[in-house]
């Protein structure tokens, strides 16, 4: 991987002979793990304008470039997390000479309080080209990461590192983007297609990092730069961006059925009731789920745009033979996508009911997309993969001019991503809609065996007995198993109530960024041999502060909490009476603390005896209140699956109840 410096470019032909399409990734990091920013991206023509206002690709129009240019959204990575975009640049349209690649901050933000910027471009078959570290942004809310640009007909790289202090307005205003900041009298007037603010309907709330849509109905649009004085032009009104949303979601209230009685069952369109074996369990999931794909385009996407599948016609297919020595091999699925006359093609091996991949299989698999010039194996399980820890250990022949990329899904990421899309973003059609609702009923129903993560593994029960007997000592490798599946158990928690919220749930990591996965979970194995818990941060867009998990395994108990700061304005009784109230409806065995400035503990107590004498929470010292620890506590459960007596199904509860109870009233 090559490192660039502000200003250095590099022809992406001689880095890679996979970049006819390539993924580049925006990252960065923040004291506090909430510091966030929005990704853009601007198609410029030869004069370094935009074409129209479709050429613009930031966060409600993530797809630009009739399809060449997606915003992939965030990703999980050991560290915290990054934006993706993928480009394909074989489609990108001709007028398009120059790219532009950037991010925005917003509510008085800059990215100067944000740490280890970096920008990570790589090929197609997922190998690292370049790298670019930003060292010191400054006081600016927008800034140029870097540029794809066409010279001599080869597309090559450039790091700009410029930053903007007007923000994405100014930024996009330089490029040609048609821009009016104030849409609050049109949101009052409502959309004559959607109904919006319409009287009586709520208001309204600004999107961060999202152009506002025009209000006046006749633009008048300024001059390309260096061009002449020209007569106003008026028209009709030219599209521009929107934050408005019009797509196709169900409806949360469920129409009354027509059924005579409850004992009627609704006809599936994915019937569960034949299902006897493990091998009808793949082979079904793995049909219903390709068919769905090809179905519906942005379920497609967004399932193979992080593969470096091009947007384009997407076919699938199941019980495919694919010649293999002397006895063909069967994947259980091919997905193949078609864009510019160009091919690209990916095997599909699934397992179902907690089954794990086998090594042999998948390594054979890759040796057949190899020869057959494929791009990429695809593996869905019930399993979560994590970084730095593959769930199969796959060789890779250097001397193959061709790459084959390695990915994996799981079941749990499938129906997350079907979820958000019927339920909070949308698709084109109500039929596309209904559709996604089939497979995700299909998904979540017990007997699909598409459940996603539900076994803590073999180590859980000798480990939970040696923290009990203190015979557990640091550098066993069984309390790594654990920890390791901690982690994809907190990761698949972070996918279910993402999907449910409509909102990014990510899990934060303490660690330092870049440092090896590995050696960090080696030292939180270490520390669960020492203290017997196992403690887990999600960070939950839009709430006050970041939900905390800890198991204490010699207690049996589990704990989540949030840490929420007291306003600045009022008197501390105020503050404390304000908090209960807020809490009205909270459990009543939900724990207060008062955090106090300085080493010191402030008074605690249940909110039941709170209510009556919130003056409690006051220090008694006159110390000063900075904030509220928030805590509840439940028995968690002892067996390793996710049973009604299991681990995995105590700690879904606990954050359920958690978040409904407490975190949704704050």
Not at 56 to 81: E, H, M
């Amino acid at each position: 991987m090559q490192k660039m410096t502000k200003g250095a470019n590099v022809g992406l032909a001689a880095l890679s002979e996979n970049v006819s399409s390539v993924v580049m990734s925006l990252g960065w990091s923040s004291p506090t793990g909430e510091g966030d920013a929005d990704v853009s991206v601007l198609l410029l023509d030869e004069n370094g304008k935009v074409g129209s206002d479709a050429d613009f690709c930031f966060y409600n129009n993530p797809i630009a470039g009739d399809g060449s240019v997606q915003l992939l959204g965030k990703t999980p990575t050991a560290d915290g997390d990054e934006d993706r975009i993928s480009f394909d640049l074989d489609a990108v349209p001709a007028r398009v000479q120059q790219i532009i690649v950037a991010a925005s901050r917003y509510g008085g933000a800059r990215f100067g309080e944000l740490d280890d910027l970096h920008l990570t471009l790589a090929d197609s078959s997922g190998d690292s080209l370049v790298q670019f570290s930003v060292e010191d942004a400054g006081a600016v809310s927008a800034f140029i990461f870097g540029e794809l640009y066409r010279r001599g007909g080869a597309w090559k790289f450039r790091a700009v590192g410029q930053g903007y202090e007007s923000g994405l307005a100014g930024l996009a205003t330089d490029f040609g983007v048609d821009i009016d900041d104030d849409a609050e009298d049109e949101d009052a007037a409502g959309d004559p297609e959607t109904g919006a603010g319409a009287p009586g309907a709520a208001e309204p709330s600004a999107t961060p990092g999202t152009i506002p849509a025009p209000r006046s109905p006749q633009p008048v649009r300024a001059a390309p730069a260096g061009a002449g004085e020209r007569p106003v032009e008026e028209g009709p009104p030219r599209s521009r961006p929107r934050t408005a949303r019009k797509k196709v979601t169900l409806p949360r209230t469920v129409k009354k059925a027509l059924a005579e009685n409850d004992s009627w069952r609704t006809a599936r369109l994915f019937p569960l009731s034949a299902l006897r074996n493990d091998r009808e369990r793949e082979t079904r999931a793995t049909s219903v789920l390709l068919s769905v794909m090809a179905q519906v385009p942005e379920f497609g996407r967004r399932l193979t745009a992080g593969f470096g599948a091009p947007a384009g016609r997407m076919e699938t297919f199941t019980e495919v033979s694919l010649p293999h020595g002397e006895s063909p091999r069967r994947p259980d699925g091919v997905i193949r996508v078609e864009r510019a006359g160009k091919l690209w093609t990916a095997l599909v091996e699934t397992k179902t009911n907690g089954n794990a991949l086998r090594q042999e299989q998948v390594q054979a698999y890759m040796g057949i997309a190899a020869r057959r010039g494929y791009e990429a194996v695809i593996t869905l399980s019930n399993d979560v993969a994590l970084e730095g820890s593959p769930l199969v250990d796959v060789r890779i022949d250097g001397r193959r001019k061709h790459k084959v990329a390695l990915w994996h899904l799981s079941w749990a990421e499938v129906a997350h991503q079907a979820q958000m899309l019927i339920r909070h973003e949308g698709v084109g059609t109500a039929a596309h809609a209904w559709l996604l609702q089939e497979l995700l009923y299909y998904l979540q129903h017990e007997h699909s065996g598409c459940h996603g993560f539900q076994n803590m593994g073999s180590a859980w029960v000798p480990v939970r007995k040696g923290i009990d007997d203190e015979t557990l000592c640091q550098g066993d490798p069984r309390a790594m198993e654990v920890i390791e599946n901690w982690e994809r158990l907190v990761r698949q928690v972070c996918l279910r109530l993402g999907g449910e919220l409509g909102r990014k749930v990510l899990p934060v990591q303490r660690a330092r960024r870049g440092s090896d996965p590995r050696a960090r979970r080696a030292d939180l194995a270490d520390q669960l041999c020492s203290d017997g818990r196992l403690h887990a941060e999600l960070r939950i867009e839009g709430t006050p502060g970041i939900l905390a998990m800890t198991a204490d395994l010699r207690t049996g108990r589990l704990r989540t909490s949030i840490e929420v700061p007291t306003p600045e304005q009022g008197y501390p009784l105020s503050r404390a009476k304000r908090l209960i109230r807020r809490l009205e409806t909270a459990p009543a065995d939900l724990h207060i603390e008062t955090l106090v400035d300085g080493d010191g503990a402030g008074p605690r107590g249940t909110l039941e005896r709170l209510r009556p004498e919130p003056a409690d929470l006051l220090p008694k010292d006159g110390a000063e209140m900075v904030g509220f620890r928030l805590s509840l506590f439940k028995s968690m459960g002892n067996g390793r699956g996710s049973a009604e007596s299991g681990f995995i199904r105590s700690v879904d509860d606990a954050v359920d109840r958690f978040h409904a109870g407490v975190i949704a009233q704050l």
